[in-house]
């Protein structure tokens, strides 16, 4: 397999400021390229799924654009782990 596709249809960030937004969006997109990179990684998610929902759980947010990309991070090793068989 050399190609992933992945479509996120909504992402609803109410009450975030707009650099934290992009900035969450940023940290959210790089994280999952990065780990998608791995052809290791890849090979795990080698069938196609689809799935309604998935919750992350809580998160906790801090104030500041650089806390919005850990957190957009947190939440790109989120949907990893709930994609994984």
């Known amino acids: 397999m050399s190609r992933v596709r992945v479509a996120i249809d909504k ?5 975030f400021e707009p ?3 992009e ?7 790089g994280e999952l390229a990065r780990v998608l990179a791995d052809a290791t990684t890849r090979g795990e998610w080698a069938r196609s799924r689809r799935m309604p929902m998935l919750s ?3 998160m906790p947010l801090e104030p ?3 806390a ?3 957190f957009g991070n947190g939440m790109a090793r989120g949907i990893i782990r709930g ?3």
């Open 11 to 15: 992402l609803v960030l109410k009450g």
């Open 19 to 21: 650099g934290q937004r």
């Open 23 to 29: 900035a969450l969006v940023d940290g959210l997109q």
């Open 56 to 58: 992350l759980g809580r």
């Open 64 to 66: 500041g654009a650089s």
């Open 68 to 70: 919005g990309r850990r």
């Open 83 to 85: 994609l994984k068989p």
